[in-house]
């Protein structure tokens, strides 16, 4: 009877659920369609429609809890989702109190960078390291930072929001008002516009080929550098510029042991990351130079593994974690089963 | 018989030593300029006769041990000076165990911006606080920052090098090499550089009459713009405006209950804090907006109290830190006494 955790990734777009085990092994899992417009009561329902699908596979296993980890801001310590901006009509939703009430299980919440972060630290790319920051480059660009093997939360959790950071005085404005943002210049979006305005519809461009003549995403501009495009491969390098101006102010507010990056464009890690170090090395002091920069392990996993971690290392969230090499995870880190939904 | 701690406070220009209270009061206080161009062995041997100085002083003081803050890089687990850019020949000296080896007692090492930082909460402007930035404006830009009580210190200690976070792609290039670190367009240098540029020498102006028609410093600015000087009242509005930005990062990133400046620029702090205010309520996410940014309490004697405070309570450096209200503190917080040296 295998002991487990029941983990959520509550995404705008997508509810994941999995059981996982202490070692990040995933021995179930499924996912549906968030209900993003339908407000918090019918999430809920999926949740715990989810939940019983999860449990109906595994009949023998042995749930310990549940670890959920949802869009920010969310407060973790009052395990209270404040009002993310993908899911309508949720303000101040007490979601741990309400699961524990609907499951009569423990119920962990966390922020999804910091899940993430969590899931990279304990079963990824970061696993021996004490402290860690973890980017997520894609449509925006969030965070999440563990120090000495900690959460790093601040007030209401709110910490880590890596994203508006100021970087520049130059660029588009930001969604949030300002000029300047780490996300308004270096996210997925900022790349797909840059290389949207840079070539025409109809200009036999390879990376408008790609997108079929629509607007370029940052998947096209990827795709289109690792085929050799000369145009694609510049933005790449700009691309790369702005995240290690972004990155060296990381090491130098956080000094990390690892710095891990995941997101969408995290598949073009390999094309980014020549430019990047170049850039960090040219940028950061000294002492912050040998950080290693290594892309995210575990995709789209690492939120819930790192949620099902938060029951079954069994601490309060900000509580001290102890870093536990498990056999099951050196072996085989998250080996994906069962896949349904 | 008195418990107190032995502090210091090492800097380039003054070794400062005290003895301590466990509510932050100074029952004793000496100095000396730092032999700082004659090596560690020189500067051990002033700290040795400070001790000295300071025991003779308060002969009924029982000394529970040393609390010491100085220059970074530093790393406080180790209790290494890594190697100061302002105290020559210093280069991975480790001053925690040379010290233990001399005195016979407990001795804990910080950084002095931390040092600051754990003054301030403890005794000065952020009492009562979990979390709190302390930001140090003056030649440089320098920071402390604590998280749930403990001082954030990432790998060796490195953590919140918050003077060379890039704000901007503009202004003269940093010390370190590159462009728009905060501390270069921000600090007090930065401000002095720039009312030096928009005045001449002889020009009449009110900064350069205060400047005796030298290089104008961020000090004559504030006295001029306390006098009224429209020249200057604008050099501190765009004083602020950086102050802002800067700051809108550091609560975007550490999420902290307060923000407390102090620094040599903190004694205009009533001219900078209206416009300060307006930048990071235009600029911060709604949920960092209400945060509030204090000056710092304790001017020179926040890293003396600080780093009496890593003895008193008794932590490990990086080991929570309980928050007493003392009642000593909340009565009289570090009422300084018996100035000497």
Known sequence: MPKVALAFD???TELRGALVESGGRILASA???????????????????????LRAMRPDAEVAGIGLGAPGPLDPKAGIVIGPPTLAGWHEVP??????????????????????????LRFGAGRGAES?????????IGGGVIAEGRLYHGRRGLAAEIGHMTITGEGERCFC?????????ASGTALGRRATALSASGDGSPMRRLSANGDVTARHVVEAARA?????????EDEAQWLGIGFTNLL?????????????????????????RRTVSRRAMPAYRDVPIMPAQLGGNAGLVGAASLILWEGEPGA???????????ENPVSGEAHHG
Chains 1, 2 share one sequence.
Not at 178 to 185: N, Y
Not at 228 to 236: K, N, P
Not at 320 to 330: G, H, L, T, Y
């Open 252 to 276: 130098h507010l956080y000094s990390p042991d690892v710095l891990v990056m995941g997101g969408g464009l995290a598949n073009g890690f390999d094309l980014l990351i020549g430019t990047l």
């Open 31 to 53: 996912s549906a369609p968030t209900l993003a417009l339908a407000g918090s009561e019918a999430v809920i329902g999926q949740i715990v429609g989810l939940a019983g699908e």
């Open 132 to 140: 860690l920051v973890f980017v997520t480059v894609s449509t925006g």
């Open 177 to 185: 008002g300002a000029v300047g943002c780490f996300e308004a210049v």
């Open 95 to 120: 979601l741990m109190d309400i699961l524990i009430s609907r499951f009569g299980l423990p119920v962990r919440l966390e922020n999804d960078a910091n899940a993430a972060a969590l899931g990279e």
């Open 320 to 330: 001290p974690i102890a870093i536990v090499q498990d056999e099951d995870a050196s």
């Open 228 to 236: 050799g495009d000369h145009a694609a491969l510049a933005l790449i």
């Open 10 to 12: 509550l995404g705008g």
